[in-house]
């Protein structure tokens, strides 16, 4: 396996080629670096590189892992892309600058319960959409979705800019990207994050404005 800055260089090259090669692309997609299950050691060679956007699925490793990071490289942002306890909640606020897992109406609540200047570093809240109406996958299902993303802007006023998918393993991912394009345009969302190492190319052809990748730039998880 090739260096983690080498690798990282790759991604962001491949990147910009279906960007290029994408009939519509999203105004700018960026790379959420995920790192979850890679240490410090692993991340630093990103940010000595320049990289400062990241994704981690858990908080309490995020909060193990980046406030010393930090300290260092005072513009890091970071993005939860993984289950929010609402216990969990104002540890996670002062960590990430954006959830993008709100998934239920407990959560929002939670969030909508803090005032405005208590919550840490988040600005912004992507809704998670389980467009395979997975069981076992969190998210709000795709025939609630619409009334849900209503509710935590209009009614709750969260801060809410985008969406965010996880297709079914072995799915094509096209049908799932598409839906959630379509109902982000329905509601003037800005942000679309979709696609992982799989397929992330293919979420840049459907507008993904966030990809979020993980194994094709830190290699396999421990
Ligand atoms: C782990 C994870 C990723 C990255 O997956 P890779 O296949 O390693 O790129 C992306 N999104 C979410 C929600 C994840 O949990």
């Given at each position: 396996m090739a260096a983690i800055d080498d690798q990282l260089k790759t991604v962001l090259t491949r990147v910009?080629?279906?960007?290029?090669?994408?009939?519509?692309?999203?105004p700018q997609t960026r790379l959420v670096a995920v790192s979850k299950g890679h240490n410090a050691g692993a991340v630093l060679p990103?940010?000595?590189?320049?990289?400062?956007?990241?994704?981690?699925?858990?908080?309490?490793?995020?909060?193990?892992?980046?406030?010393?990071?930090?300290?260092?490289?005072?513009?890091?942002?970071?993005?939860?892309?993984?289950p929010l306890q609402s216990n969990k909640l104002r540890e996670a606020m002062d960590l990430f600058e954006v959830i993008e897992t709100l998934d239920r109406e407990k959560l929002a609540l939670a969030i909508a319960k803090t005032g405005e200047g208590e919550r840490g570093r988040l600005r912004a809240c992507f809704i998670q959409v389980n467009t395979g109406e997975e069981d076992q996958k969190a998210g709000i299902l795709p025939h609630e979705?619409?009334?849900?993303?209503?509710?935590?802007?209009?009614?709750?006023?969260?801060?809410?800019?985008?969406?965010?998918?996880?297709?079914?393993?072995?799915?094509?991912?096209?049908?799932?990207?598409?839906?959630?394009?379509?109902?982000?345009?329905?509601?003037?969302?800005?942000?679309?994050?979709?696609?992982?190492?799989?397929?992330?190319?293919?979420?840049?052809?459907?507008?993904?404005?966030?990809?979020?990748?993980?194994?094709?730039?830190?290699g396999e998880r421990g």
């Open positions: 910009t080629q279906a960007r290029e090669d994408a009939l519509q692309p999203a990103c940010l000595q590189a320049g990289h400062r956007l990241f994704g981690e699925n858990r908080v309490q490793e995020a909060g193990a892992k980046w406030p010393a990071l930090r300290d260092t490289y005072p513009d890091i942002e970071l993005h939860l892309i993984g979705a619409d009334d849900f993303i209503r509710w935590c802007r209009d009614d709750l006023a969260l801060p809410v800019s985008g969406l965010m998918c996880i297709p079914p393993a072995g799915d094509n991912p096209a049908p799932h990207f598409t839906l959630l394009r379509d109902m982000a345009a329905r509601h003037a969302l800005p942000n679309l994050s979709m696609g992982m190492s799989g397929d992330f190319e293919i979420a840049i052809r459907f507008g993904a404005t966030h990809v979020r990748v993980g194994t094709a730039i830190f």
